[in-house]
């Protein structure tokens, strides 16, 4: 597998994108290798179109990866490699990606209770990580911004079980 995912991250990083995240899962229809790019955060501007992988994005890298597979490794069974993006309600896994969507809507499931509540929902507005050493994104007590409608609420990245981008239209 640490092979697949090497394989997988060189020829990312060839077209430009960065492995988001690699599967090997054995499925109803047999084993399928899943393989998630994404656009690097310093490919980003202000557009919502930068931050889009596209279905040619996704065919290169399938097409490229599948052909280096077949040379460089073997798998003991048969699979199918599917490549995808993260999505519009993609996870939100690190303080930078939460400051990388600074300003859009985002949903966050905490292990203890924030100002009495597990779930929130809101426009993240900013992040505070002043702690963090430079170049880092190893802050345990960063705390991310947002906005709801009944305020500003401030969310220890350490009681985030779970977040995500929601869809917007």
């Not at 600074?102 to 100002?115: E, K, M, N, W, Y």
């Amino acid at each position: 597998m640490r092979q697949a995912r090497s394989i997988a991250e060189r020829v990312a990083r060839d077209a430009g994108l960065e492995i988001f995240d690699v599967q090997l899962r054995r499925e109803a229809i047999g084993w399928v290798l899943r393989i998630v790019i994404d656009r690097p955060a310093a490919a980003q501007d202000a557009t919502p179109a930068a931050e889009v992988v596209t279905v040619a994005d996704c065919q290169r890298v399938s097409g490229d990866v599948g052909a280096a597979l077949d040379v460089e490794f073997t798998f003991e069974h048969a699979y199918t490699l599917e490549v995808s993006s993260p999505g519009l309600d993609r996870p939100l896994r690190h303080i930078a990606d939460c400051r990388r969507f600074r300003g859009r809507l985002a949903q966050f499931v905490t292990s203890a209770p924030v100002d009495r509540q597990r779930h929130l929902a809101g426009r993240i507005v900013a992040v505070d990580d002043t702690a963090a050493a430079p170049g880092t994104d190893d802050v345990p007590d960063a705390e991310i911004v947002i906005e709801t409608e009944r305020g500003r609420h401030r969310i220890p990245w350490s009681l985030v079980s779970r977040a995500r981008l929601e869809v917007e239209f």
